[in-house]
């Protein structure tokens, strides 16, 4: 059953004369402890009735009445339930009252033995704190009451209290009429009640709860000063964006405010073997590193961080063997140790996102050692914490000008694109276009008059098929819409299809000599054979573009390594200027510019050739002395070594003719999957 009825109420209308006062959380706590205490320090055997508002309260003190119920059998303990407190017999009585009875907004406990009384009867004053604060925390709580070390108050108390224990155990009838006889006995007139016992006991509690609060202020007045240090050098770390200013501005600020014989602050990686030592804040007295390789790969405290993500401190060097704060053991780095005169070391990495980033190191030299304590050590992992913040933050803003020069470079290809077609299509469009409406109002023109307008319409027709061509198979190859057909073949085939493509011209335009040195000897190459004549053949054909009549051009091959065959196209033309040797693989790069050149094309022969190659699995790279020194294109094909898979492609016999009539160019052009 539920009593809304308030002990309190009830008590003050017993004894009118009774006046409450206001007490704060902390000082009942202090007060309660202390009758407690009262109870275990003497040798009486007293009622002791106790009155939680809920169950998580009476499990914080739950102890302490095992204790108690030692002392007497007379113990009542009530409280709302909230996990498995029931009303039961065990040490002592349990009463569980039900929530909505008025009990759970109040707080009772009351002492009467032969010798002394005391009682405390309080209730909770309504707050308008936030409801999200933990009650059991809130020290803040106020409660209104009576406390008071007066007889008849502590038996009134008592005896409405026993009331309303019997109403939720009516079974303990017989126990609390001795009880209630007890309180009458208790009743000894002119009976004197020293209180100095229980005051000794409460001055106990009030200087522990001044020594807490100190305790608590000291607490809060270094976390305050390590805020201030995480926020200066989060500052001053954030002011650059730049990895190498991020780290010596740190390195810098750390050492000075942990004063340490020695701090270092450098990028690393798990894997990372050694690291030269470039940001270093150094103690006055104290051997420098900077500039040193500093060994990781036999650095046991670096393993260890590597392999717990964590930080290691190692209070003292001079134990055999080092024992980590966590009580693991590591064989010492005696030499890097004893060379540098370390005696105390701490290791905290920079890590991001579980990817370690950087590490900081702090030293402590000398004989007389200062041990590591766990304000430092937290301040330590704040700071590594922000610079690999701003690491990240940097490396972001890395990638962002990476990205902008890239859309950079997108502009200026579209650019290019906008130029180069313009004038590739518009110049033969306008040839054609000439020649057609030539041909069509003058039906009387000479046969041979035709002819030459009819060649020339042709020429310029292929001219733009060539192109659209290029464009095609640079936007396939670009978004991996290539099946790549891998076979075993002999190079020398291959150098001989491209070489008849080029001096068929050399019936039609007078090129330079042209020459192979590819022996026929060579490992076969596993390739697809019509993309490996493409590279060939445009190669070939940009060295004649480049190079005059009499000048020459030769090809050839050899091993390179064992696992690759490198092919080189040499040439004696023009040359390409050093700074410029990387770019000429771009897409729409020409030396001459886009709009004056004397060699025709768009620009994209040897970005096609970047692509093939690369999708074949080996490199291309140019190289030149200079302008009219000549130039060499070098690229590498797979050796096959007769154990690797079947070609992508189906193919018929052992492979497929080079040599077939069905070029690159009439193949399919549906989007298959790249397999690269």
Request: negative net charge.
């Amino acid at each position: 059953m539920s009593n809304a009825t308030s002990i309190l109420e009830d008590l003050l209308k017993a004894l009118p004369e009774l006046h409450s006062q206001i007490y704060f959380k902390s000082s009942l706590t202090a007060l309660s402890h202390a009758m407690e205490d009262q109870v275990l320090a003497g040798g009486d055997r007293p009622i002791v009735i106790a009155s939680f508002q809920r169950e998580r309260f009476y499990r914080q003190e739950a102890h302490r009445y095992l204790r108690i119920a030692e002392k007497t059998d007379q113990v009542y303990v009530l409280a709302a339930p909230e996990t498995d407190f029931t009303s039961r017999s065990d040490n002592h009585e349990t009463v569980a009252f039900l929530p909505t009875d008025a009990l759970a907004q109040e707080w009772h406990l009351v002492v009467l033995g032969t010798r002394y009384a005391t009682c405390l009867i309080c209730r909770e004053r309504p707050t308008h704190a936030d409801s999200s604060l933990s009650l059991a925390n809130d020290q803040s709580r106020r409660f209104e009451g009576i406390w008071t070390f007066e007889r008849r108050t502590v038996q009134v108390a008592a005896t409405l209290l026993l009331d309303r224990i019997l109403s939720y155990r009516p079974e303990l009838a017989t126990k609390i009429a001795k009880a209630k006889k007890q309180l009458q006995a208790a009743a000894t007139p002119g009976f004197n009640i020293d209180p100095e016992p229980f005051a000794e006991r409460l001055v106990t509690y009030l200087q522990a709860g001044q020594y807490k609060l100190l305790k608590a202020y000291r607490s809060i007045s270094a976390q305050e000063r390590k805020e201030r240090l995480v926020n200066s050098i989060t500052s001053a770390i954030r002011r650059s964006l730049k990895p190498t200013e991020i780290f010596q501005v740190a390195v810098q600020e750390l050492g000075q405010a942990l004063q340490v014989c020695r701090c270092l602050l450098y990028p690393c990686k798990e894997t990372d073997t050694s690291v030269t030592i470039q940001h270093e804040y150094l103690g006055s007295g104290v051997q420098s590193l900077q500039g040193q390789v500093w060994d990781l790969q036999h650095n046991p405290l670096f393993q260890a961080v590597v392999q717990r993500q964590e930080r290691v401190c190692i209070q003292s060097t001079q134990s055999q063997p080092w024992l980590l704060e966590d009580g693991r053991v590591v064989t010492p780095a005696t030499e890097q140790a004893k060379q540098w005169q370390i005696g105390a070391w701490m290791m905290v990495p920079v890590v991001y996102q579980n990817r370690l980033m950087g590490m900081v190191e702090l030293h402590l030299c000398g004989e007389t050692l200062r041990q590591w304590n766990e304000d430092e050590v937290d301040l330590v992992e704040a700071i590594s914490s922000q610079i690999g913040v701003a690491l990240i933050q940097a490396e972001a803003y890395a990638n962002l000008e990476d990205l902008n020069q890239q859309l950079e470079a997108l502009d200026r290809t579209r650019s290019n694109l906008i130029a180069i077609t313009g004038h590739e299509l518009r110049t033969p469009l306008s040839t054609i276009q000439v020649c057609l409406e030539s041909l069509a109002s003058d039906p009387d023109m000479p046969t041979d008059v035709q002819q030459i307008m009819l060649q020339t319409a042709l020429s310029d027709a292929e001219r733009l098929r060539k192109l659209v061509q290029d464009f095609l198979t640079l936007s396939d190859l670009e978004s991996g819409r290539v099946s790549w057909h891998i076979e075993p073949l002999p190079l020398q085939e291959c150098v001989d299809l491209a070489l008849s493509n080029i001096r068929t011209r050399q019936l039609q335009s007078k090129l330079p000599t042209i020459s192979s040195q590819v022996s026929g000897q060579l490992p076969l190459v596993r390739t697809d054979g019509e993309w490996l004549v493409e590279v060939i053949a445009k190669l070939l054909d940009n060295a004649c573009k480049f190079t005059e009549a009499d000048g020459e051009v030769v090809i050839e091959a050899h091993p390179n390594g064992g696992q690759m065959i490198e092919v080189t196209v040499t040439d004696t033309g023009r040359g390409i200027e050093p700074e410029r040797l990387e770019v000429v693989f771009d897409r729409f790069y020409q030396e001459e510019g886009a709009l004056r050149r004397t060699a025709g094309g768009t620009g994209l022969g040897l970005a096609i050739c970047r692509q093939i190659v690369h999708g074949l699995g080996g490199e291309i790279w140019a190289e030149s002395a200079g302008k009219d020194q000549g130039s060499r294109f070098h690229f590498t094909v797979p050796i096959f070594h007769g154990q690797e898979e079947k070609p992508v492609a189906a193919t018929k016999g052992q492979g497929r003719s080079l040599g077939s009539s069905k070029g690159r160019d009439s193949r399919k052009r549906a989007p298959q999957v790249n397999r690269r």
